[in-house]
């Protein structure tokens, strides 16, 4: 069983940054494929950024790409989300996520494994 546990997110001023962490349990984290995730009120859960196993392919929403940074760091089980620019329709509660899998994947689907969420709050 893997647990994530999430932290970062608050509440910032448009054009400012921030930096989502999920870390994870277990001993096997190098071998998952990662993802994030974001969900405001009233909409569906999308699709942010992914990375694979080893942190050498990234996917991006198109809505982030140029902005946003996913990494990981497989020596301390943990997986970043780094926001810059952020505008306020970035709005919403982000999700790390796990997949049983070493590539990255855009599908919500495809993961496993889910953080508890943290609040990301952009005001104009």
């Known amino acids: 069983q893997v647990q994530l546990v999430q932290s970062g997110g608050g509440l910032v001023q448009a054009g400012g940054s921030l930096r989502l962490s999920c870390a994870s349990s277990g001993r096997t984290f190098s071998t998952y494929g990662m993802g994030w995730f974001r969900q405001a009120p009233g909409e569906e859960r999308e699709f942010v950024g992914a990375?694979?196993?080893?942190?050498?392919?990234?996917h991006y929403a198109s809505s982030v790409k140029g902005r946003f940074t996913i990494s990981r760091d497989n020596n301390k089980s943990t997986v970043y989300l780094q926001l810059n620019g952020l505008k306020p329709e970035d709005t919403a509660v982000y999700y790390c996520?796990?997949?049983?899998?070493?590539?990255?994947?855009?599908?919500?689907?495809?993961?496993?494994?889910w953080g508890q969420g943290t609040q990301v709050t952009v005001s104009s």
């Open positions: 996520a796990a997949r049983s899998g070493t590539a990255a994947s855009t599908e919500p689907g495809n993961y496993d494994y």
């Open positions: 990375i694979n196993w080893s942190g050498t392919v990234m």
